[in-house]
Each structure stands twice: as structure tokens, then as C-alpha cells.
């Protein structure tokens, strides 16, 4: 994820293929392509530490015609930053905190950001995720954002992607999402075998023969399906967000029934 990201920075040059901003080939225009963009790298990498916080604002805004000061002194407070520290100083979570005011600042078109509540106490995660969602609000922004903390999305992500071993493994809007896994829960006859295509398992037995499987696929066609093999579904959840990436991390055949 932290590789795809640097790509589009031109940090790291693609194997192959090409990666574009805003239309903007990243290798060919990367200065006007990076100037679209509010960046928070996986790990803080200031330059100019011995600078304090507040030089290093006004030295980063100076590049930026689109500097907005208001809101970069409302976002410093925001997150407490201590705008007389030096760089240098700062504490991983006081790092993260003046990497996202240098990222929002600028009101840039586009925001990559790896891992951004990484390393901040769960006071300040809560309150990023609200300036992120305010920001969304004023502000015309694509954003996107590669974390391992899923759940902490669950109110801002429109799209979602899956990226395992390298590879794209799914890919698709947020409503899509909900429509595409669910967790089943169904009745089975005794002795019953399951499709091979759906590759479910775990019945438990109390009374009645019983199973919950999450299944990827159109709801309609796998209800069909089950119901044609003689299960009777009795009921399909949803699955929140982080859930519904576990699945696709942790089951091989879900990138099959979503690539077809």
C-alpha cells in the first residue's frame, strides 16, 4: 500500500505501467502532479528539523499559493500542536499531528495518506477522523487513504480496495460493498454438500442443522443458488467494513467470485 502511494509521489518508480494525477503523468510532470496533493508518508520524514513548528509551516507555505493560514493556525490548535517545538523534538504522535496540518493546509485537489492516525492516542484519532470528514465537507478532495485500521473508515470510505500480496484483489463503491458480501445464515438437510463453486464449511448442529457462512457475490444469485442445493436461507447480514476486507484478505476464492 505504502508503495502504490509513492508511486503516485514519483518516491518510488512503478516496475511498469504509468500512475497519473489529475491527469498528470507522475514521472513526466511530477512537480505539477505533487502540487495537487496533501501527502502524509507511513513514516514522518521532516526535513529541516531543527526548524520549529511554526517555521516550518511558514516556510512549507510559502511554496503553496493556495495556503490557507486561517485554517492552518485552526488546525494547529485543533491538534494541540506546540508551535515553538523544533521538529526534531517532537514525539511520533506530535510528528503525525503537524504532517496532517501540513497536508490539509493547502486545501489540495488530492490527499494521500498512509496510515494517518498512526501513532496518536485515541482522543486525537477521534478527532482527525472529524477534521478528515469537516474537511471532505469544505472542501472539493479526493481522498485516499491506505490503513490497517479499517473500522476506523467505517463513516468516511466511498470506495473501497483490497490490496493482498501485491495485488488488487477487489475493488468497488462502498454500496457495492454491502450488496456484494453478507454473512448467510442458513438451514441444511441432513447430509446435504454445498456447491463446489461457494466453498463454505463449518455446519454446527442444535436440533436443527445449521450454518453461517460469509459468501461474496450477488445477493439474489447465492440465495438462489443455496436454495436450488436444498439449504434454506434464513438470514443475510451485512458486514461492516473492516469485516468485509478481512474477508477478502483471508479467503483465496472471494477474489475469484469478485474478478469475474
Not at 485537489?109 to 470528514?133: I, N, W
Not at 501485491?166 to 468497488?172: E, F, K, N, S
Amino acid at each position: 500500500k505504502s508503495t502504490t502511494l509513492k508511486v503516485l509521489m514519483n518516491l518510488e518508480r512503478a516496475d511498469a505501467g504509468t500512475a497519473e494525477i489529475h491527469g498528470l503523468d507522475t514521472v513526466l510532470r511530477g512537480p505539477e502532479a505533487r502540487a495537487q496533493v496533501g501527502y502524509i508518508p507511513d513514516r514522518p520524514d521532516h526535513a529541516y528539523r531543527w526548524l520549529t513548528c511554526r517555521a516550518l509551516l511558514k516556510h512549507v507555505a510559502a511554496y503553496y499559493p493556495s495556503w490557507d493560514h486561517p485554517y492552518a493556525d485552526r488546525l494547529s490548535l485543533a491538534f494541540g500542536l506546540r508551535l515553538d517545538r523544533k521538529v526534531a523534538t517532537l514525539s511520533k504522535g506530535e510528528s503525525r499531528r503537524l504532517q496532517l496540518v501540513l497536508a490539509l493546509a493547502h486545501r489540495p485537489p488530492v490527499l494521500l495518506l498512509d496510515e494517518p492516525t498512526d501513532g496518536l492516542d485515541p482522543v486525537v484519532r477521534s478527532r482527525t477522523l472529524s477534521l478528515l470528514a469537516e474537511h471532505l465537507a469544505d472542501t472539493p478532495t479526493t481522498i485516499l487513504i491506505s490503513t490497517h485500521q479499517i473500522h476506523e473508515l467505517e463513516s468516511l470510505a466511498e470506495h473501497v480496495g483490497v490490496l493482498r500480496d501485491g495485488r488488487l484483489v477487489a475493488q468497488m463503491s462502498r454500496d457495492k460493498l454491502q450488496r456484494t458480501v453478507g454473512r448467510y445464515r442458513v438451514e441444511l438437510p441432513m447430509g446435504w454438500q454445498a456447491p463446489h463453486e461457494l466453498q463454505v464449511a463449518g455446519v454446527r448442529s442444535n436440533g436443527v442443522r445449521e450454518a453461517q457462512w460469509t459468501l461474496v457475490g450477488d445477493q439474489r444469485e447465492l440465495i438462489d443458488r443455496l436454495t436450488l442445493a436444498g439449504a434454506l436461507v434464513r438470514e443475510v447480514q451485512p458486514l461492516a467494513l473492516a469485516d468485509a476486507a478481512l474477508a477478502f484478505l483471508s479467503q483465496p476464492f472471494l477474489a475469484q467470485e469478485v474478478t469475474r
